[in-house]
């Protein structure tokens, strides 16, 4: 029997970081599609200049317990339900694991995988079934990033939510898609919550870059398709693949990446 398809007009949506990047071009596509949608980031002004008179605006720090429960009262005193929970804020730590303070690396955890986990706690109780959970990971939450180890083990641990989410959530029909992008044009190399961001990892990967706007086209098909997992760019899928079938090629290919990127900084 063919999956059903999503249907977005008139569908409440809970988008977190919807101040920028790949969260306010997904905002775009979602009140295109007719969808009314709650607005979390803490960029009041950028949240305003994005919502219309039928959105939510919820100034959040996604990393405080407090400001998560209030982004789902909200959500539900606002609208009552909630179909589509999108937990897309995310942060990076870019730093030697051996050498990284813990207190950034705890911060990146709060925002990358506890809020995540904790919407989806508190937003299950008001989900009507056929409703659906979108997890923005990253492709290093499919491939360990050597200069971003710590970020990867966010996403991992985001990953191992998504895909226990989908059949512990499958009785109540609530469906949940793993978004793994690579590398998308936004600000968030420059929003690093500790370390230097790598810039020029390879050409290759750079070609591969994406707009915001972009991915948030192609996370609304595989919305609207119920798809379980999204790579973008496709060609990803190559990483991912090598990871499970010859790790020891792809191990061979990072440590040389992190040759360049040390020879570059020394
Ligand atoms: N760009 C890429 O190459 C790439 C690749 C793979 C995966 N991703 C993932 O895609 C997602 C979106 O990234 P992006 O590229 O769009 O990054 P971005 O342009 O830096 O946007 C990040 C968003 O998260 C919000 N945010 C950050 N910390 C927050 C906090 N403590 N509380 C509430 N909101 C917070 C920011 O809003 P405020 O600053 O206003 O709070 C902003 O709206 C992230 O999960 C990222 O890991 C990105």
Not at 116 to 124: M, R, S
Not at 126 to 143: A, D, H, L, T
Not at 177 to 201: K, N, S
Not at 208 to 233: D, F, H, N, Y
Request: proline fraction near 5%; hydrophobic fraction near 45%.
């Amino acid at each position: 029997m063919p999956r059903q398809t999503l249907e977005l007009q008139n569908k409440v949506v809970l988008l977190t970081g919807a101040s920028e990047g790949i969260g306010a071009a997904l905002a775009r596509v979602l009140q295109f599609r007719g969808a009314r949608v709650a607005l979390v980031a803490r960029s009041e002004k950028k949240l305003k200049e994005l919502a219309r008179q039928e959105d939510l605006v919820v100034v959040a720090d996604l990393s405080v317990q407090a400001d998560r429960m209030k982004a789902v009262a909200d959500t539900i005193s606002c609208f009552g339900r909630i179909d589509v929970l999108i937990n897309n804020a995310g942060v990076g730590v870019y730093d030697k694991t051996i050498a990284v303070p813990l207190q950034p690396v705890r911060k990146m955890f709060e925002v990358n995988f506890f809020a995540p986990l904790e919407l989806c706690q508190l937003a299950v109780p008001y989900m009507p079934r056929g409703s659906m959970i979108v997890n923005v990971s990253s492709i290093g939450g499919k491939v360990i990033l050597p200069w971003a180890t710590l970020y990867s083990a966010t996403k991992y641990a985001l990953n191992a939510l998504t895909e226990g989410l989908r059949v512990e959530l499958h009785p109540r029909c609530i469906h949940v898609l793993g978004v793994y992008p690579g590398h998308v044009r936004t600000g968030f190399q420059q929003h690093i919550v500790h370390g230097r961001a790598v810039e020029d990892l390879s050409p290759f990967r750079n070609r591969l870059a994406i707009s915001a706007e972009e991915c948030a086209r192609l996370i609304l098909r595989a919305m609207e398709r119920r798809a379980r997992t999204l790579v973008v760019p496709r060609l990803y899928w190559f990483a991912v693949w090598c990871a499970h079938l010859f790790p020891g090629a792809l191990e061979a290919r990072l440590r040389r990446m992190m040759q360049g990127i040390d020879n570059s900084e020394s």
